[in-house]
T-cell receptor, first 109, second 114 residues
Framework: LAKTTQPISMDSYEGQEVNITCSHN???????ITWYQQFPSQGPRFIIQ???TKVTNEVASLFIPADRKSSTLSLPRVSLSDTAVYYC??????????FGAGTQVVVTP | NAGVTQTPKFRVLKTGQSMTLLCAQD?????MYWYRQDPGMGLRLIHY???????AKGEVPDGYNVSRLKKQNFLLGLESAAPSQTSVYFC?????????????FGPGTRLTVT
């Protein structure tokens, strides 16, 4: 499982776009990049997953450059309810997920 | 659908006591997992199962045992609890397979060992 590095914390104001970059220099050819969100006292929740280029869903976008050594989760127009810990994970599937410490995002009015 | 449920939600044990945590899922998922999360840290995989009757060790299996007698249930046992096992325990399930990245998590069990 490739190791990931992401910022410990990020602050933002409501309505702004938040971009969290994750470094995964040792990503393997078969690895996908997955992001999870965790609120206090809850289990993590799947946000988005991608292999290369750009993936977008109703809550976020994931940008992956050609070398795939990093990825950026983009949260558009955040609200107070987006305050949470965000985890970047890299793996080749088969259910193996390795969670790091994550990035604490705090959104203020 | 209830999704993934965990029983109990809270528990306090004395050192040396035993207990079993129950996880149940109603999504007909093949894979199930047990994680622990210590304060300020990410989740660490304890044990997992890729199907009924199968179990495997994760990253931190020592001091825990698991069983998957029924597809919908995954039990985590502590035979002799230690203060180092004070943590929040999360169960998760997923469809399984090579492109299996979306796990569904339960609400967690907060365990304190004194």
């Amino acid at each position: 499982l490739a190791k990931t590095t992401q910022p410990i914390s990020m602050d933002s104001y409501e309505g702004q776009e938040v971009n969290i970059t994750c470094s995964h220099n040792n990503i393997a050819t078969n690895d996908y990049i997955t992001w999870y969100q965790q609120f206090p006292s809850q289990g993590p929740r799947f946000i988005i997953q991608g292999y290369k280029t750009k993936v977008t869903n109703e809550v976020a976008s994931l940008f992956i450059p050609a070398d795939r050594k990093s990825s950026t989760l983009s949260l558009p127009r955040v609200s107070l309810s987006d305050t949470a810990v965000y985890y970047c994970l890299v793996g080749d599937g088969w259910g193996k997920l390795q969670f790091g410490a994550g990035t604490q995002v705090v959104v203020t009015p | 659908n209830a999704g993934v449920t965990q029983t109990p939600k809270f528990r306090v044990l004395k050192t040396g006591q035993s207990m079993t945590l129950l996880c149940a899922q109603d999504m007909n998922h093949e894979y199930m997992y047990w994680y622990r999360q210590d304060p300020g840290m990410g989740l660490r995989l304890i044990h997992y199962s890729v199907g009924e009757g199968t179990t495997a060790k994760g990253e931190v299996p020592d001091g825990y045992n698991v069983s998957r007698l029924k597809k919908q249930n995954f039990l985590l046992g502590l035979e002799s609890a230690a203060p180092s096992q004070t943590s929040v325990y999360f169960c998760a399930s997923s469809t399984g397979g090579q492109e299996d990245y979306e796990q569904y998590f339960g609400p967690g069990t907060r365990l304190t060992v004194t």
